[in-house]
């Protein structure tokens, strides 16, 4: 696990989102963002900025780039709310959003980017393409319907699908936590009870997955908070566990899926792990607090 200098957070009594707020001090930046094809989802994206910069603006200087057709900019630019905001939102009207985004992060024109609204398919074989790299992990941040709030993976349906991947993710994550200046409390998910080892071939690899991954950290580090949680992962909210690990990436991605879209919690956007630049992704349908919270990460990490 490597350490890495990073940005303070201190408050217990605050959230995730609100501690990462008020650490933002002296900070210069442009985000960009994308915008896909639905005005409905555009104009949520504009707020959202606004939303932003409003909270964050007194503190540093940033920009706000939104990349997207010339029917997606045009909306954007006739909203009566940007009018207050044009000299901090920047509209780049381009026939290939997905492609100019990572292009201009990757020449230091901009210091970060949020997928926003674009599609999620080309957008992430896009990244593969541009760094390299066969696979991506992506880190969310979740927040139960009681507020409670925690990083959360894997969530994407081809990640995690051995135990050498789940290891390089949580070491993954455990980088983006020291950057945080986040003391990481880990909880790792299994696919049944200790006392259903015997009962399946698949949920008995699981467990043992989630009891070598246990040794292998804290073999590395025995002051580590870590713990196997079962299937229990109500346990994991109850003993506040902020990074919680799913035992693979379809069932992170149901329990993503349940806990944003049916159970009344709500998603910040998810952070592209392993990579040079800080890259966050975005759920295209995601409402509002999702962009914003997701701009929170990527200023961040900037």
């Known amino acids: 696990m490597v350490k ?34 639905s005005k409905y989802h555009n104009n949520k994206i504009l707020y959202a900025a606004i ?3 409003n909270t964050v603006k007194k503190n540093i200087f940033i920009k706000i780039s939104l990349f997207g057709h010339k029917e997606s900019i045009d909306l954007i630019s006739n909203n009566s709310s940007y009018e207050k ?14 492609n100019e985004l990572i292009d201009t992060l990757d020449s230091y024109e901009i210091s970060c980017i949020v997928r ?15 760094y390299k790299t066969p696979q991506i992990n992506r880190l969310a941040l979740l927040e139960t319907i009681n507020g409670f709030q925690f990083f959360f993976g894997p969530v994407g349906i081809d990640e995690c699908k051995d135990l050498e991947s789940k290891i390089k993710y949580i070491n993954e994550a455990l980088n983006q936590l020291h950057f945080l200046r986040i003391n990481p409390s880990i909880s790792i998910l299994s696919g049944g ?20 991954i246990i040794k292998c950290f804290k073999d590395i580090d025995s002051n580590l ?10 346990e994991s909210i109850e003993r506040k566990s902020n990074l919680i690990i799913a035992p693979d990436g379809i069932s992170g991605n ?49």
């Open 254 to 302: 149901l329990i993503y899926r349940t806990l944003v879209h049916l159970g009344g919690g709500k998603a910040y956007g998810a952070i592209y792990m392993g990579l040079e630049k800080a890259i966050i992704d975005t759920s295209r349908v995601g409402n509002l607090s999702e962009i914003y919270g997701a701009l929170i990460l990527a200023l961040t990490l900037s």
């Open 51 to 53: 939303r932003f910069l």
């Open 4 to 37: 890495e200098k990073g940005i303070g957070i201190g408050d217990k009594n605050m959230s995730i989102i609100e501690n990462l707020t008020a650490s933002l001090n002296d900070k210069v930046a442009n985000i960009g963002i994308g915008l896909g094809d």
């Open 85 to 98: 905001y044009k000299e901090d939102i920047l509209l780049v009207d381009t026939n290939e959003p997905e």
């Open 193 to 212: 009870r200790m006392d259903d080892y015997e009962r399946d071939i698949r949920v008995k690899k699981t467990i043992d997955d989630a009891n070598e």
């Open 225 to 234: 908070n870590i713990n196997h949680n079962e299937i229990l992962i109500e």
């Open 116 to 130: 926003g609204s674009l599609s999620s398919s080309k957008f992430l074989s896009l990244i593969k393409e541009k």
